[in-house]
C-alpha cells in the first residue's frame, strides 16, 4: 500500500514571498503523483501531476513541482504567492494497476498574509 | 468545469437513522469515487466503481454501501447514521486509467447528532 505524508499542516507566509509545501511518499511500486487545491466551502481542483518524464512539472496559477525519486518526495513551489493561493493543498498518489482511487496526504493549509 | 453534482448539499440528521447521499456527472466517465473529508486526516477513499454495478470497498467501508444503477449516478448510503460519520462527503469521477485527472464535487456537509 502507498501512503503520503504532507510535513506541514500550516504554512503562512507573506504575498510575494516565495513558498514549498512538502510532500514525501512511499509506495513498493511505481506511482503517480498529483498536488490539489481546495478553496475555502469548495470542492478538490487539480494543481498538476506527475506521470512520467521530466522530474519538473509545471501547473496552474504559477506553481510548480519536483519529483525527487531518490527521496520519494514531491514538493510544491511557488516563487511569488497572492493572497487569492489562500488555500489548503493536497498531495496524493495513485498506482496504475488494481483500485485507481488516489491516496491523499493529510494536507497543508497555506495562509498568505499581506 | 466538469459535471459533477452533489445532493443534499448539507443535512442535519439523528444517529440511528438511515441516510442517502447523490452523486450525478454528466460526463460519462466510468470510475467514479466516494471520499470523505475529516480535519487531520485529509481525504479517504470510502467506496468506487469501476462501471455500472461494479463497486469496491475502499479504506473506510464500514457503516457504508453504495449503488451504481446507471453510468451517471453512484449513491452512498449510510445504513445507521453515528456521530463518527459527521463529516464532508466528496464525489470524484475519471475516465479510466490512473494518470487521469480525478475531478470533484462541491461536497456534502453531513452532521449527525
Known amino acids: 500500500a502507498q501512503s503520503v505524508t504532507q510535513l506541514d499542516s500550516q504554512v503562512p507566509v507573506f504575498e510575494e514571498a516565495p513558498v514549498e509545501l512538502r510532500c514525501n511518499y512511499s509506495?513498493?511500486?511505481?506511482?503517480?503523483l498529483f498536488w490539489y487545491v481546495q478553496y475555502p466551502n469548495q470542492g478538490l481542483q487539480l494543481l498538476l501531476k506527475?506521470?512520467?518524464?521530466?522530474?519538473l512539472v509545471k501547473g496552474i496559477n504559477g506553481f510548480e513541482a519536483e519529483f525527487n525519486k531518490s527521496q520519494t518526495s514531491f514538493h510544491l513551489r511557488k516563487p511569488s504567492v497572492h493572497i487569492s493561493d489562500t488555500a489548503e493543498y493536497f498531495c496524493?498518489?495513485?498506482?496504475?494497476?488494481?483500485?485507481?482511487?488516489?491516496?491523499f496526504g493529510s494536507g497543508t493549509r497555506l495562509q498568505v498574509q499581506p | 468545469d466538469a459535471g459533477i453534482t452533489q445532493s443534499p448539499r448539507h443535512k442535519v440528521t439523528e444517529t440511528g437513522t438511515p441516510v442517502t447521499l447523490r452523486c450525478h456527472q454528466t460526463?460519462?466517465?466510468?470510475?467514479m469515487y466516494w471520499y470523505r473529508q475529516d480535519p487531520g486526516h485529509g481525504l479517504r477513499l470510502i467506496h468506487y466503481?469501476?462501471?455500472?454495478?461494479?463497486?469496491d470497498k475502499g479504506e473506510v467501508s464500514d457503516g457504508y454501501s453504495v449503488s451504481r444503477s446507471k453510468t451517471e449516478d453512484f449513491l452512498l448510503t449510510l445504513e445507521s447514521a453515528t456521530s463518527s460519520q459527521t463529516s464532508v462527503y466528496f464525489c470524484?469521477?475519471?475516465?479510466?486509467?490512473?494518470?487521469?485527472?480525478?475531478?470533484f464535487g462541491p461536497g456534502t456537509r453531513l452532521t449527525v447528532l
Open positions: 470524484a469521477i475519471s475516465p479510466a486509467v490512473a494518470t487521469d485527472t480525478q475531478y
Open positions: 509506495s513498493s511500486v511505481s506511482v503517480y
Open positions: 506527475y506521470l512520467s518524464g521530466s522530474t
Open positions: 496524493a498518489v495513485t498506482k496504475d494497476t488494481g483500485r485507481r482511487a488516489l491516496t
Open positions: 460526463e460519462n466517465h466510468r470510475y
Open positions: 466503481s469501476y462501471g455500472v454495478k461494479d463497486t
